[in-house]
């Protein structure tokens, strides 16, 4: 297997696939050189000899300037390279495109929820949520009343170690021997038979808005909550307000209205008109339930891939995310856009340096338009707190190869694959038009993954390359590694492991291919996501204001 890799014709810097050492001849490549230095894998190996304001070049586009001289085969850090990235403008439509071949995907289906409005859901969720901050304690009361007595509650592992050390402690046992116990393994599983089979669960959007902040963040909040409403997950819902907030009843009606209408029960409760906590609260559980027993009806049937709304999202990139995962994900993507399906890729911040291709791969110019608005507006709105796109990457990122944004976002944009970009959404809009589509998210993992629910994504990847437990509440979040010691050491959160490129023994096609055969299967409640399987429930909506 080859030490380092050359992503890019037009690259002056090589990618190190594993560790190496100082005074290694690097015959692998066309321009033979030995390291001038030890050089982790992930990171960047000069091919030339870089002067001060030389350019770095990766992905085939600007990525960075030098700061100081660097010798060829010399190591690309942080303090040598700063971040740069090419300016863009309005260019040409570059739309032609290749289509992948399907093969046995041709004419594939899922088993999916199909719905009134024609929208197909990968699951069958109830939502309880609050229009304000205020009405949390009630959410967590009904939660406590119905999760756990429907059947929806994960066993208590924790609380079961808990009480194991506490028997101990009883018993007379020393600090030592308690150090030293082990636990009695637990199975895994739900605490009882649920009682409505057909429904996946009573989901609860627990925030920290609605009222205070801008009033555009509580009509921000309102188009979110009516995205999730909206959403073909989701069989109906019970909607708590306390009655005086921003984000009022109307806002959100309005919202829906937006969406095509909620086409599914929708129960408004106002806790200064109701009165008393206790009539909130046993109202919201009696219509709950009512509503279950109706959204269990509900039986999934064949549907073809077309249905699929595939977001596309990473968190805790490394160095390998944009050679392994990211690209084994556009592979996806564009082998779901031929089937007719769509794709929506997210974090704007991490699309910088690569504004130009994706401008040019828009359908039409007022489509390229409104991409280029956008991220000039949200660079400017970092700028002017003093921030920049050039402060995204994370003290991970950097420590795995990430070492600029332009590094990361050339990477990250892969996840896009090559299909015609048909829409740019600004936050919080719902996906309107099939193929590849852009969502103006911040960089930030779980207010874009919440971003992409609430725009109808119905199922969602997440690449990663340093391991991040993120999931959502209505959509499951399929967990790709971009390394194989990642997902031997986090197996416990990862559904896919596309180190095998890495390794030399898979190529980005085929890993693609069985990446979107991963999402048909959990589309079609075959196979459960671990961020399901592990109750992961994040959500958090963007505020709006500068998030990286």
Known sequence: MSKTLKVHDKDNVLVALENIKKGTPLTDTDNKLITQEDISAKH????????????????????????????????????????????????????????????????????????????VGTANYWLVLPMVFCENRN??????????????????????????????????????????????????????????????????????????????????????????????????????????????????????????????????????????????VSEAIRLTFAGLIE?????????????????????GSDGFSGISANPAVGYASDLLVAAGGTTILSEFPELCGVEQELSDRCVDEQTATKFVSLMRAYEKSAEAVGSGFDMNPSPGNIKDGLITDAIKSAGAAKKGGTSPIHDVLDYPEMVKKNGLNLLNTPGNDVESTTGLAGAGANVIVFTTGLGTPTGNPIVPVIKIASNSILAERMADIIDVNTGTIIDGKESIEQVGHKILKTVIEVASGQQIAKAVQNHQNDFIPWKRGVSL
């Not at 005086?244 to 008109?273: M, S, W």
């Open 295 to 315: 959204a269990n009806k509900a039986e999934r049937v064949a549907v073809p891939i077309s249905k699929l709304v595939l977001g596309l999202e990473c968190g």
């Open 44 to 119: 960047k190996i000069a091919l030339k000899e870089f002067a001060v304001d030389d350019q770095v070049i990766m992905y085939g586009v600007l990525v960075g300037k030098a700061v100081q001289a660097i010798p060829k085969g010399g190591a690309i850090t942080t303090f040598n390279v700063k971040h740069a990235a090419s300016e863009y403008k309005l260019g040409q439509r570059r739309t032609d495109w290749q289509s992948p071949s399907l093969g046995d995907l041709d004419g594939a289906t899922f088993m999916g929820f199909q719905r009134s409005n024609g929208k």
């Open 139 to 280: 959410l967590d009361m009904i939660k406590e009343a119905l999760v756990k007595n429907l059947g929806y509650a994960p066993k208590d592992k924790y609380g079961d170690q808990a009480n194991q050390l506490l028997a101990l402690y009883r018993a007379g046992k020393t600090t030592e021997e308690i150090m030293n116990w082990e636990f009695a393994e637990q199975e895994a599983g739900e605490l009882s038979e649920r009682v409505f089979p057909n429904v996946d669960g009573v989901k609860f959007l627990r925030h920290d808005m609605g009222c205070g902040g801008t009033r555009q963040d509580a009509q921000a909040l309102c188009g979110l909550l009516a995205g999730y409403i909206a959403h073909p997950n989701v069989a109906g819902a019970t909607v708590l307000s306390l009655g005086c907030q921003h984000a009022q009843f109307k806002i959100l009606e309005e919202e829906l209205e937006k969406r095509g209408g909620a086409n599914k029960p929708v129960h408004l409760l106002e806790q200064q008109v109701l009165g008393t906590e206790e009539k909130v």
